[in-house]
């Protein structure tokens, strides 16, 4: 049975802990769904494992929910690429796909979902890879708003022959398209731009393309890539200098022009790097650009092996620590007790400046991972929360959020399933209401 718990209820328990200025809860919302939660099988005939990584809403008021279905050992190896549309209302949409799902997927094939966008008109771009025997090829796809192929894109991404990696994508105000690709998922790194129907542009680069230089970075993971107003584009992640055992210790952002050249008057000629001196290190899993210019991180930061808390990281448009937001642009925060552990993976601007923000919480390492929303003021300080769990004693993990124009929050990520014989993942998504 599916099982909710609001902070709420937790009220005095953790504004002991935490001081923090509690105005009210955020609840789930009972008209998604009958209880604000809904779960989407992909199979059900064998262990499968379905994890949905993204979450957009279309016009229509559709939502659309991506991410990877895979077989588990020892069965054929296999992932493929799943996404579902559901209702206003947390039903499926028959009218997206086939009785609201679409699967690819092949035996002895793994596809691997890169990143997601949605056009302006519920159209969606996929960026993907397909790894078969010993060769990797690289997609850019686009999808209708109903989830068929969209005939009449055509894009070739694949720069490097049989060794291409996949980067991740933004979406020009103009229409054209900047992706970035690696060779063997390490380097050396591409920027190349599309027209908006996929075809390499020209006027940019040679045949589309052009180097970055990214050696400034070290051992760095690219987590964001977002594209400001003018055209410049700003990269985000987290990276590795001392072999710590979570992620890196160093959150880090860059900015490059139009043309793929650092803009030096962003951080430190075009670089920011920020350290954390904890040995039990960061991990950094979202980024989101605001309207203002300002760049949002957001992760986990270790306390100790068995001890992380969210880390918010806020800078500027010169990119600079944001001095308006926590401690010079840092927020850490701890929602249970010392050992708890929370990790943040996706956060939202509101059109007032505050924040929602979702992780998962786990009391301590031995209990199952609830969803956790949180709502920050501008500043950094925590207003509202929200914590949910799908199956009684299992573990649920989100990944991605977004809120709608009524004030209702989004959650999406997976949920284990008490299924005897489906025993794998669900895709997972709940709907709050901000009282």
Request: aromatic letters at 8%; a neutral charge.
């Amino acid at each position: 049975m599916k099982s909710s718990l609001s902070f709420k209820i937790l009220t005095s328990f953790l504004s002991v802990l935490l001081a923090v200025n509690v105005n009210g809860a955020i609840v789930l919302d009972p008209s998604f769904d009958g209880d604000g939660l809904v779960t989407v099988d992909f199979e059900t005939n064998e262990s499968r494992g379905s994890f949905a990584r993204y979450l957009f809403q279309q016009p229509s008021q559709r939502l659309i929910i991506g991410g990877e279905h895979v077989y588990p050992l020892p069965l054929p190896q296999a992932a493929g690429i799943a996404f579902c549309g559901l209702t206003s209302s947390g039903e499926l949409d028959v009218n997206f796909g086939t009785n609201g799902k679409t699967l690819q997927i092949l035996n002895n094939s793994f596809y691997r979902l890169v990143d997601v966008k949605q056009l302006s008109d519920g159209r969606y771009l996929r960026l993907w890879e397909q790894f078969a025997g010993f060769s990797n090829s690289a997609f850019l796809t686009r999808y209708n708003a109903n989830g068929s192929l969209d005939q009449s894109f055509s894009a070739n991404v694949n720069s490097f022959g049989s060794n291409v990696r996949a980067i991740g994508f933004a979406l020009r105000q103009d229409g054209k398209i900047n992706v970035i690709m690696a060779e063997s998922g390490a380097g050396p790194y591409r920027l190349m731009r599309l027209n908006a129907n996929g075809s390499r542009d020209q006027s940019f680069g040679t045949n589309g393309i052009t180097s970055l230089n990214l050696s400034r970075l070290g051992s760095f993971t690219i987590v964001g890539i977002h594209i400001q107003t003018d055209g410049k584009i700003v990269l985000a992640g987290m990276a590795n200098d001392r072999g710590t055992p979570s992620g890196g210790n160093i959150a880090w952002a860059l900015r490059v022009d139009e043309s793929g050249n650092l803009d030096r008057t962003f951080g430190l000629q075009g670089v920011v790097r920020v350290v954390f001196p904890t040995g039990t290190g960061i991990g950094i899993q979202g980024t989101f650009l605001q309207s203002d210019g300002k760049l949002l991180l957001v992760g986990r930061v270790g306390e100790s092996p068995t001890d992380f808390d969210f880390l918010l990281l806020r800078l500027t448009k010169r990119g600079r620590g944001d001095v308006g937001f926590g401690q010079h642009g840092i927020v850490r925060t701890n929602l249970g007790t010392t050992g708890s552990i929370e990790s943040a993976a996706a956060v939202v601007a509101l059109s007032d400046g505050k924040l929602v923000v979702v992780g998962d919480f786990r009391p301590s390492g031995n209990d199952p991972s609830h969803f956790a929303v949180v709502r920050y003021s501008s500043t950094g300080v925590i207003e509202d929360t929200g914590l949910t769990a799908f199956y009684d004693g299992l573990s649920a993990i989100p990944t991605s959020v977004l809120v709608q124009p009524d004030g209702k929050i989004v959650v999406a990520g997976s949920t284990d399933t008490p299924d005897i014989i489906n025993n794998g993942k669900r895709f997972a998504i709940a709907r709050f209401l901000q009282e």
